[in-house]
């Protein structure tokens, strides 16, 4: 499903991954964890087709991927509702399932509201159901939870967890309540990912 | 909607700038040298109530608006080019900045040689909306934001939707900003050529005519057609950016 052989990575003289090997198959749930800095939105982002491999090759085969982003990317001129439409074909005929992917995150009050209109963790559950509407067979997720409060980490979790079934998944994180919830774990050791 | 004070205020400084031209005619005391405000009032009271003077106005304003639209529809293709392929910046850019530093005198004399008299102001215009509009568009397209670009490829946009849903919206605020600065020019520039090259039907023809014959009152009225046209056609062009604005198709910015 996803193949990383070798792969190198450096913005200008300085170097993000080297010789990396990944393997994940279909259908598996995967976490890439380490400090700052070591290259997991790197790993995501080549995963994605957004950056090219200096060197080695990254092969992915998926339909449709799916990426919640660390950053929310939101259109900002379009309304919460608008933004997971926008991924759905921007019909009216979709906008009602739209409607529903945010009640599922808790947003169904606020998707007539603009990006600027939410807060950071309203934002984030937005870009969560936008990549959860898209049904992608393989769903990237960058630090999904990191701006939610406390109270709403376990239904978000749930809910990532019961629409990653079935799914091959690759999350990038800081925090353990995740890795536990919804994968194995590759950690950054010595310069490369490794299995734990 | 204008707050009453504002509007106030505008009139109130109409007023006093009437009163300082009042009184400087008053200290001239020559009509022919500077006429009263009273006077240049009657004379377009008197034009504007001629059929030619309507049909004059009619068609300068056409002409000058199709070279505007032209010019903008113009500005906008050519960033469009010049922002996806590099060679065409390349070999464009020196042209444009060429086109934008020539004085619009130059302009005039040059294009009469190729063109005839009746649509030359229409390609004046033409050429000077279209770099403006260009250089405005280009700089909006490179501030489009990166991130919502790769958001859009990883959701597979399509090109269109991606003009549409993102690049359209990020830079609407630079080409309204653009025509807004092109609308004065374009109108100042059209009715300069049209005074050089004194088409049949045209408000510089009058313009010059009325210097011909020494009408000072007459050219100070088509000076007052020009400059209310101008106002005119801005207040429209903002009345459609605020109608475009609440409908956020243009970012939600002003200009």
Known sequence: MIAFERVCLAYGEKTVLRDMDLSVPAGAHIALTGPSGCGKTTVLALTAGLLRPTAGAVRVDARRIAYAFQEARLLPWRTAAENVNAVLGDSAATMDRARSWLEAVGLADAAELLPRELSGGMRQRVNLARALAYEGDLLLLDEPLKELDPDRRDSVLALLREHSAGRTLLLATHDPSEIDALAAVYVYRDGAFRQA | ?255
């Open chain 2, 1 to 255: 909607m204008r707050r009453p004070g504002k509007m106030a205020k505008s009139l109130g400084a109409l007023a006093f700038w009437l009163g300082v031209w009042a009184l400087l005619a008053w200290i001239v005391d020559r009509e022919l040298l500077l006429p009263r405000p009273v006077t240049v009032a009657r004379r377009l009271a008197a034009l504007v109530v001629t059929a030619p003077f309507w049909r004059v106005t009619a068609v300068s304003l056409g002409r000058i608006l199709l070279g505007a639209v032209l010019g903008a529809a113009g500005g906008v293709l050519t960033a469009a080019g010049t922002s996806r392929y590099r060679f065409l910046d390349a070999v464009l850019s020196p042209l444009l900045s060429v086109i934008r530093s020539t004085p619009v005198a130059s302009f005039i004399l040059l294009v009469l040689i190729w063109v005839g008299r009746d649509i030359l102001p229409c390609v004046i215009v033409f050429l000077m909306v279209l770099p403006v509009v260009w250089g405005n568009v280009s700089t909006g397209v490179a501030a489009t934001d990166r991130q919502l670009l790769e958001m859009a490829r990883v959701y597979r946009f399509g090109r269109w939707q991606t003009v549409r849903r993102v690049y359209a919206p990020s830079v609407g605020p630079y080409l309204l900003s653009a025509c807004h600065t092109s609308l004065g020019l374009a109108w100042k520039a059209g009715v300069a050529a049209e005074v050089l090259t004194v088409p049949a039907l045209s408000v510089g023809r009058q313009l010059f005519e009325a210097k011909l014959y020494m009408d000072t009152a007459g050219l100070f009225g088509w000076t007052a057609v020009v400059v209310l046209c101008s106002l005119v056609l801005e207040k429209l062009f903002t009345a459609l950016i605020r109608r475009l604005g609440r409908r956020r198709m243009l970012g939600g910015t002003e200009i």
